[in-house]
């Protein structure tokens, strides 16, 4: 089966950076698409990112230009990168993925990816 694991989260100022990484293990299909998204106390899971295996990318509007996804297929990793934090950031933060299949806008919007890792928490302060 597939499995995500993500570390890298911590507290930080605002400003400032942080690398999330997704070890993931059971992608074994010639498509799947991969994303970060994430969820703060009292709000709806919100999409952050997506990839698939031709390094086509999608990104939400309120993080495009400050965070990258990217991936090592062969470290089997997924990776975030967080510049300019802000406290609005502040979340757990979940790498997601779905085998035999590609990304779709949709799937960035409502999170319609079955495989979920068990988050990492980000905390941002001013």
């Known amino acids: 089966q597939v499995q995500l694991a993500e570390s890298g989260g911590g507290s930080v100022q605002a400003g400032g950076s942080l690398r999330l990484s997704c070890q993931y293990s059971g992608l074994q299909g010639d498509r799947n698409c991969m994303g970060w998204f994430r969820q703060a106390p009292g709000k709806e899971r919100e999409g952050l990112a997506l990839v698939d295996v031709y390094g086509e990318k999608l990104y939400s509007a309120s993080v495009k230009g400050r965070f990258t996804i990217s991936k090592d297929v062969a470290e089997n990793t997924l990776y975030l990168q967080m510049n300019n934090l802000q406290p609005e950031d502040t979340a757990m933060y979940y790498c997601?993925?779905?085998?035999?299949?590609?990304?779709?806008?949709?799937?960035?919007?409502?999170?319609?990816?079955?495989?979920w890792g068990q988050g990492t928490q980000v905390a941002v302060s001013s």
């Open positions: 997601a993925a779905e085998d035999d299949a590609s990304c779709y806008s949709f799937k960035l919007r409502a999170g319609a990816l079955p495989n």
